[in-house]
């Protein structure tokens, strides 16, 4: 039933920027924590970004602070990455994933957005 959809990945200039979006069905949204990550051509799985119940906090990777912004919308149960300044190293194919409340492991996760950074 829980199912998590992300959108909005394509092919963008560095320097340019992106807004990822997921949607979330099949669970009360606004009782998990939400996650980015992403995974590079070739390379293991890096996380991104996580935010709390409502928004009010927000952690980030070091490689991706200052340019991306993770938040949510509790009410249109959507998770979204807005991706500025971005670089060639920021190419991946982009997942949200559900935050298991007592593990803190990602229980449920998307298929995936592919975003190309490349001139």
């Known amino acids: 039933q829980v199912q998590l959809v992300e959108s909005g990945g394509g092919l963008v200039q560095p320097g340019g920027s992106l807004r990822l979006s997921c949607a979330a069905s099949?669970?009360?949204?606004?009782?998990?924590?939400m996650s980015w990550v992403r995974q590079a051509p070739g390379k293991g799985l890096e996380w991104v970004s996580q935010?709390?119940?409502?928004?009010?906090?927000?952690y980030y990777a070091d490689s991706v602070k200052g340019r991306l912004t993770i938040s949510r919308d509790n009410a249109k149960n959507t998770l979204y990455l807005q991706m500025n300044s971005l670089n060639p190293e920021d190419t991946g194919l982009y997942y949200c994933?559900?935050?298991?409340?007592?593990?803190?492991?990602?229980?449920?996760w998307g298929k995936g957005t592919l975003v190309t950074v490349s001139s």
């Open positions: 935010i709390t119940y409502r928004g009010g906090t927000t």
């Open positions: 994933a559900r935050v298991e409340g007592l593990s803190y492991g990602m229980d449920y």
């Open positions: 099949g669970f009360t949204f606004s009782n998990y924590y």
